[in-house]
């Protein structure tokens, strides 16, 4: 294990999966990225919007970091299982896979088709299967790979907003974790899903408008902030912070689990929205 902290990636390629935003701004993705690239790795971002994966492989490479940028859209089994197959061979090695694409669609159930929940149960969760299981054939013949999965508080509690295919698909993808973690483990290969509670990204603006009744953005942003213990949401830093954690050595013991990252908001009892 390095004893630099800023080190502790080093050498390491780590591919990220949803390395954009889809809003201008630092979305999860991105700050996962440049986060690990801080610590030293080689990153590729991936991404369906080949623009905000270049935004992201751009800002890495402003602070100094190294990071590669190209298309590829999760819901094409077969364009995720290529790309990180040809990944894994140009490079030489792949140490690192975080799967941070989520899709949703809220609203009343009701108004979720058949068709809405297959592309969502798709993108959050077949994408896991396919991207892992063209990793671990890079990873498995080196004994040693972490993947990881950015799932959200929605899978174990309702966040007081309508997101039924969303928080099954989540809470399939921590499931999705545990079971890969324990089939991998005699292998050297880490798996783990992070909870990330209400966090502050360009997405909620894009996604939420409309859920939190005629609220403004503003209005819906200060509503889930008070929602949190802490008086405010997360930020992108803290899932990066996360991320970065267990994708180094220093969790070398920590498989199957879901490290919750939420400001205690999972601890608490149901708060009205718009108190
Ligand atoms: N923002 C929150 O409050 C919050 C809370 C809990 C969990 N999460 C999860 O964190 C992750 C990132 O969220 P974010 O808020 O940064 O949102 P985001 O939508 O900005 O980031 C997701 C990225 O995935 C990309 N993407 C979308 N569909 C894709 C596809 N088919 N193929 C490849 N890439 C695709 C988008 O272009 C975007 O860059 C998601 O999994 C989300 O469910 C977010």
């Known amino acids: 294990m390095s ?7 080093k050498g390491r390629i780590a591919v990220i999966l949803g390395a954009g935003s889809i809003a201008p701004g630092i979305g999860i993705g991105r700050a996962i990225c440049m986060t690990l690239a801080r610590r030293g790795a080689h990153v590729v971002a991936l991404d369906n919007n080949l623009e905000a994966a270049e935004e992201t492989a751009a800002q890495v490479a402003g602070e100094g970091g190294s990071a590669e940028a190209s298309c590829v859209d999760v819901l094409d089994a077969q364009a995720l299982k290529d790309q990180i197959t040809t990944l894994g061979e140009r490079l030489g090695r ?15 159930s009701e108004n979720t088709t058949a068709e809405d929940w297959r592309r969502i149960s798709d993108a959050n969760l077949t994408s896991l299967h396919v991207a892992s299981q063209a990793a671990l054939v890079h990873m498995k013949p080196r004994g040693a790979g972490v993947i990881t999965v950015t799932s959200s508080i929605a899978a174990i509690r309702h966040t007081g907003v309508p ?6 698909t989540k ?18 290969i880490r798996v783990n899903s992070i909870v990330a509670g209400l966090i502050d990204t360009p997405r909620i603006g894009v996604t939420l408008a409309g859920s939190y009744g005629d609220r403004s953005e503003a209005e819906m942003r ?5 929602q949190c213990p802490m008086g405010h949401m997360g930020s992108p830093w803290d899932i990066a912070e996360a991320a970065a954690f267990l994708a180094s050595d220093r969790a070398a013991y920590i498989t199957g689990t879901e490290l919750v990252v939420d400001g205690g908001l999972s601890a608490t009892i149901r708060q009205a929205v718009d108190e």
């Not at 004893?3 to 990636?9: F, R």
């Not at 792949?94 to 009343?108: A, E, Q, T």
């Not at 993808?173 to 050297?188: K, S």
């Not at 200060?222 to 008070?226: Q, T």
Request: charged content about 20%; proline content about 4%; glycine content about 8%.
């Open 163 to 168: 997101h039924l295919a969303y928080a099954s």
């Open 3 to 9: 004893a630099d902290i800023n080190e502790d990636l």
């Open 222 to 226: 200060a509503s889930r902030d008070r």
């Open 171 to 188: 809470a399939a993808a921590n499931q999705f974790a545990r079971a890969l973690a324990v089939e991998v483990a005699p292998r050297g």
């Open 94 to 108: 792949l140490d690192i896979l975080h799967c941070n694409v989520g899709l949703g669609k809220s609203g009343p």
